[in-house]
């Protein structure tokens, strides 16, 4: 026992030594990737615990300024959250990322909700949930229609919508995404 502790031990001070973190095996790196948006969810709740390490990671997002121009709305209910997506799985929270949009820093507002909702999806993903992201102008239009019920103020729009939920089984985070156009016509190195 007291061998195969020694063992393990050398093994993890050799790997957080010597392995490269420039390499795409880097396990912090995994997730991000291969990200993927879930299409299909299983029952089953988030639970307070995932869901407060969820809004920490969105609440910690950069922000032109540091103006954190967001307010996050987490909805555990399950029959508003169906009026916003229809046929929502048991047990799935939505976060419905809003600001105020009137005026000059309409853009970057828009901007910093995406990376803070962005920032959600990873902490999520690193969790091993399920998540898809919804900007599509009928499901925003709904739930601008429910700003009384879900605490938006009047003068906030809703910009980004995050489901959240279980995966089922067979799905994982690192395998199922579509796939992505090639890399020379997306990037240019001058
Ligand atoms: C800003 C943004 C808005 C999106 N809006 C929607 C949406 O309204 N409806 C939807 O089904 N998926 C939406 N998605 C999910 C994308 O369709 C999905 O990320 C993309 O197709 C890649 O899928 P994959 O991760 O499974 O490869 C959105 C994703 C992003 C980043």
């Given at each position: 026992m007291k061998k195969i502790i020694i063992v393990g031990i050398l093994l993890l001070t050799f790997g957080v030594v010597f392995l490269p973190a420039q390499t795409t095996d880097n396990p912090g790196l995994r997730p991000i990737l291969h990200h993927f948006s879930t299409r299909d969810f299983a029952t089953g709740p988030v639970t307070r615990v995932e869901l407060s390490i969820i809004v920490q990671a969105g609440l910690g997002a950069p922000s032109a300024g540091n103006r954190q121009?967001?307010?996050?709305?987490?909805?555990?209910?399950?029959?508003?959250?169906?009026?916003?997506?229809?046929?929502?799985?048991?047990?799935?929270?939505?976060?419905?990322?809003?600001?105020?949009l009137?005026?000059?820093?309409?853009?970057?507002?828009?901007?910093?909700?995406?990376?803070?909702?962005?920032?959600?999806?990873?902490?999520?993903?690193?969790?091993?949930?399920?998540?898809?992201?919804?900007?599509?102008?009928?499901?925003?239009?709904?739930t601008n229609a429910l700003k009384a019920e879900l605490g938006i103020p009047a003068d906030h729009s809703a910009i980004i919508v995050t489901r959240f939920g279980r995966l089922p089984p067979g799905v994982d985070v690192l395998s199922s995404a579509s796939p992505r156009a090639n890399p020379d016509t997306r990037v240019i190195y001058r």
């Amino acid at each position: 026992m007291k061998k195969i502790i020694i063992v393990g031990i050398l093994l993890l001070t050799f790997g957080v030594v010597f392995l490269p973190a420039q390499t795409t095996d880097n396990p912090g790196l995994r997730p991000i990737l291969h990200h993927f948006s879930t299409r299909d969810f299983a029952t089953g709740p988030v639970t307070r615990v995932e869901l407060s390490i969820i809004v920490q990671a969105g609440l910690g997002a950069p922000s032109a300024g540091n103006r954190q121009p967001w307010l996050f709305t987490v909805v555990e209910n399950h029959e508003l959250a169906s009026q916003i997506l229809p046929n929502i799985t048991e047990g799935n929270v939505l976060i419905v990322g809003s600001g105020a949009l009137d005026g000059a820093n309409r853009d970057a507002v828009i901007l910093d909700a995406g990376l803070a909702a962005q920032s959600m999806f990873f902490a999520a993903n690193a969790m091993g949930l399920g998540i898809r992201q919804y900007t599509n102008p009928g499901l925003i239009g709904r739930t601008n229609a429910l700003k009384a019920e879900l605490g938006i103020p009047a003068d906030h729009s809703a910009i980004i919508v995050t489901r959240f939920g279980r995966l089922p089984p067979g799905v994982d985070v690192l395998s199922s995404a579509s796939p992505r156009a090639n890399p020379d016509t997306r990037v240019i190195y001058r």
